[in-house]
């Protein structure tokens, strides 16, 4: 049913919705955009799921944004890149909103999109060597659509300290700036995201979703207004020189025009 995500679940109601490109570090392309808000949908819907825990195949969870993605929306027409800006967008809110509990299980690389991805899960656990970065950065671009969410997870203060340098930090400053709830070795990662599954089981799933509708609500403002202001400043940046140079560096394997040289 699925070519870039896949679920499995278990007969207590625990889905695995797991980012299926290992090859890829588990970047994010159109259609593993596209198949996560189908499935963000799909789970939301079904009183048979009680629990979701998000995932990454392979050695991270998720390196970000498919360079090739990006890159073709910097060579669009404007309409492209408003509609594939908005794709991104809607499925972060789909995923951050959904009345299911979401739980992340965090490994190996988690940058740019991968961190707006963590953020949006209610509550996330990562392995100890983890390694997380806001890369764009580094790259001409911007946190944009992401950016909600960080800011929701981390709060402006903490956020500032990463948001705009792309600079690597570990799982346990990760911990410390809000991201993850805590930080284990690969070898007890999956007994701590039971851990973080478990309780929910014993709740009652309408009162779990009502719960976490009112947090969202109290919460700082993530609404319509918002969601539209980081998807034009996206698709503004797209357009940009910097964009433009960064990307292309990316793909030449050289250093940007902007990098200080010592």
């Known amino acids: 049913m699925y070519e870039t995500i896949s679920i499995e679940s278990d007969d207590r109601g625990v889905v695995r919705l797991t980012l299926n490109r290992p090859e890829k570090h588990n970047a994010m392309s159109g259609a593993m955009i596209a198949e996560l808000t189908q499935a963000a949908a799909r789970l939301g819907k079904d009183p048979a799921v009680r629990v979701i825990a998000l995932q990454g195949a392979g050695q991270s969870f998720c390196a ?6 990006m890159r073709a929306q910097i060579n669009a027409d404007a309409s492209t890149r408003g509609r594939e800006a908005t794709a991104l967008a809607m499925m972060l809110n789909a995923l951050n909103t959904i009345p299911k509990p979401v739980v992340g299980r965090i490994h190996g690389n988690a940058f740019g999109g991968g961190i707006g991805l963590l953020s949006v899960c209610d509550v996330a656990v990562g392995a100890e060597g983890a390694r997380f970065a806001l890369t764009e950065t580094r790259l001409g671009l911007i946190p944009a659509t992401i950016g909600p969410y ?3 997870r981390m709060g402006e203060a903490m956020s500032r300290r990463v948001f705009m340098s792309a600079r690597l930090f570990a799982a346990e400053e990760a911990v410390r700036l809000g991201l993850l709830a ?3 070795s690969p070898e007890e990662l999956d007994a701590a995201v039971e851990e973080e599954v478990a309780p929910y089981l014993s ?9 976490k509708a009112l947090a969202r609500k109290l ?3 993530i609404d319509e207004a918002v969601i539209a202001e980081t998807i034009a400043a996206l698709v503004r940046r797209w357009d940009s020189p910097e964009a433009a140079e960064g990307v292309e560096a990316f793909f030449d394997k050289r250093k940007p025009d902007w990098v200080v040289r010592s």
């Open 64 to 69: 970000g944004a498919d360079l090739g993605w």
């Open 150 to 152: 960080v800011i929701a």
């Open 203 to 211: 709740c009652a799933p309408g009162a779990v979703a009502e719960a």
């Open 219 to 221: 919460g700082p403002r």
């Open 182 to 184: 805590r930080a284990v």
